[in-house]
């Protein structure tokens, strides 16, 4: 006969994995070892090519500066402090009339903004800056209709003050991008197609988030 007295153990529970998908967990790496590792790394290999006189153009060397910029300003907006998919999704202008934590910004959305377009887009226009300079530059035109506009203007029409990447825009973003348009002007780095181009380039991927992220808004509203 069984002791009634011995404890009973209740039935092991399966380890589960965290939840949230591939692009969650890849979010979290690339957002976390992006500010955190790859900036500093690239940040101190660019200051001691230009302190050693190395062989970069500095048009060329401004836009491989572009891309630790941008890693510091998504880790403002997705680690420290972070929120920004959230901000996004529930307090802007492109809310849905019924927020969800995933539209418009899905995980999957954030990874192909950030990873494949903005880092791929960075190196691409920096290997290319001796031969095609409007395809760096196109990521400039971009990033002051995307970033510059929307942390500053476009997000405070419905959340005055501090939003997810505020900080990083104006203080890292903004002043970049005015300093290189400065230096592109004075030192006639592009021909006037190269400038047509760059910012047909860099509306036409403004545009087509727009219409994309429009389309997300709508699925929910």
Known sequence: MPDSSAPTLAPETPLRAPSGGFFAKA??????????LLAPILLTVLITARLQEWDIPTY??????????????????????????????????????NPTDNTPLSEGYVFFVNIVTVW?????????????P????GLV?????VNCVQHSVIFQIKHEGYNPGLFTTM??????????TIYVIQHDVMSPLDWVLSFVLGLGVVAGFAAITGSRRKVTA
């Open 27 to 36: 979010n979290l790496a690339w957002q976390v070892v992006g500010g955190a």
């Open 60 to 97: 060329a060397w401004l836009l491989w500066l572009q891309l630790p910029i941008l890693m510091v300003h998504e880790f403002e907006e997705y680690v420290f402090p972070g929120g920004f998919k959230s901000f996004f999704n529930h307090d802007t202008v492109f809310s849905s009339e």
């Open 120 to 132: 791929g887009w960075a190196i691409v226009g920096a290997l290319l800056a001796g031969i095609a």
């Open 134 to 137: 409007w395809v760096g530059f």
């Open 141 to 145: 035109v971009f990033n002051a209709g």
């Open 171 to 180: 203080l890292l973003l903004l002043p970049f991008s005015t300093f290189i």
